[in-house]
């Protein structure tokens, strides 16, 4: 079988179809913004109780939206979309960022990083995704603050370390990826939950306007064709343990699969371009298939976003990968939280807050 190279005007238009924007009306941002200020309230996203009022919010929401506002969220929630913009929310506040990053436990208990969070959450429930956090990961908190709070950006912090870790708590860059863990992309397998079905970003402040950069998958797939991505769901893969995991907890994976076929999303994918190799001794045809992915991810040109408070992107981590370059601004603060769709069928440890088993 020969795999067939498509036209760069065609891998453009597959890209463009894959990035959807929605917005809100002023009655409508009016709305959300007053949700997210009642679950703020209650202590966020972390708080017991927090899971039904987002959803009740988000039913609220919906019958405000008209039919092609509810048929851009079906299509991200069907899994048919790699990237939802949601544009036209309400600004949380006019605060200035201050001339130092403060500290992480201070900012996550900051009231607008808090409104942030939950109208995320509540954002996450239009698209039937549910917030939730591993056990293993950020303390087995919901809300992750994303900044340049262990070194490794552009201008060096306050004990810069001489080890860099390889997360979202740095300022390093961070190549194409999704999110871990990696031993699954949809259904729980020999213990381990799957990985996240999206992740919400929205910005506390960035002020340099550094954007986020998403690379959809399809087009990738479509280029190196099928007999590569066939070789791509052979277990054949390792990758190496993530550094944001609680310490003693996670481990490297061994043979794994790059893609997986499920009868309800499709392809899923689990990737990461600085974790991922090919196991020892696999066969050329997998390490052949292997190389023309990473070839095709680099040869990628990546879709740029610039999140404000007025702002959020839900990223589908099972159909695209998300990267960022070295952090420039140190006071640069995303508020991000994981998503759970209605497809995945995780390890369950709490219902409320959702907590799953990494």
């Not at 036209?7 to 924007?21: G, H, K, Y």
């Not at 201008?155 to 300022?171: D, M, T, V, W």
């Amino acid at each position: 079988m020969i795999d067939a190279i498509k036209p760069d005007v065609e891998t453009a238009e597959l890209t463009e179809q894959e990035i959807r924007t929605f917005s809100f009306d002023h009655r409508q941002s009016t709305l959300l913004h007053y949700f997210a200020e009642a679950l703020a309230a209650i202590g966020g996203p972390q708080a017991p109780g927090a899971k039904s009022k987002a959803s009740l919010a988000a039913t609220e929401l919906k019958r405000s939206f008209s039919k092609d506002q509810c048929e851009l969220l079906g299509a991200y929630s069907d899994g048919l979309v790699c990237v939802l913009i949601f544009e036209g929310l309400q600004k949380i506040t006019d605060v200035s960022p201050p001339n130092e990053l403060p500290d992480l436990t201070s900012l996550e208990n900051r009231y607008d990083v808090l409104c942030l969070a939950a109208r995320n959450q509540i954002l996450l429930k239009l698209v039937d995704n549910s917030a939730f956090a591993y056990d293993m990961d950020n303390e087995g908190k919901l809300v992750r603050l994303v900044a340049n709070f262990k070194g490794g950006g552009l201008i060096k912090i306050n004990a810069e370390p001489e080890i860099n870790e390889l997360s979202s708590h740095s300022g390093l860059a961070l190549g194409p990826h999704t999110e871990a863990p990696y031993w699954c992309a949809v259904s729980a397998k020999d213990g381990h939950s799957p990985s996240p079905s999206s992740l919400i970003l929205s910005a506390l402040w960035n002020p340099s306007l550094e954007p986020t950069r998403v690379i959809p998958l399809p087009p990738i797939l479509e280029k190196i064709g099928v007999t590569h991505c066939l070789a791509l769901t052979t277990d054949s893969f390792q990758f190496t343990r993530s550094d944001s995991f609680v310490s003693g907890k996670g481990e490297d994976g061994r043979n794994v699969s790059i893609l997986e076929f499920d009868d309800k999303v499709g392809f899923a994918a689990r990737f990461n371009s600085y974790r991922f190799s090919v196991n020892d001794n696999v066969s050329t045809f997998v390490k052949t298939a292997y190389t023309a992915l990473c070839l095709g991810v680099g040869e990628a040109t990546p879709i740029e976003y610039t999140l404000t408070q007025e702002s959020a992107m839900a990223i589908n981590n099972i159909r695209a990968l998300h990267c960022r370059d070295v952090i420039k601004d140190n006071r640069r603060v995303l508020v991000r939280i994981f998503g759970l769709s209605k497809f995945s069928s995780p390890l369950v440890i709490s219902e409320d807050p959702l907590l799953l088993q990494g």
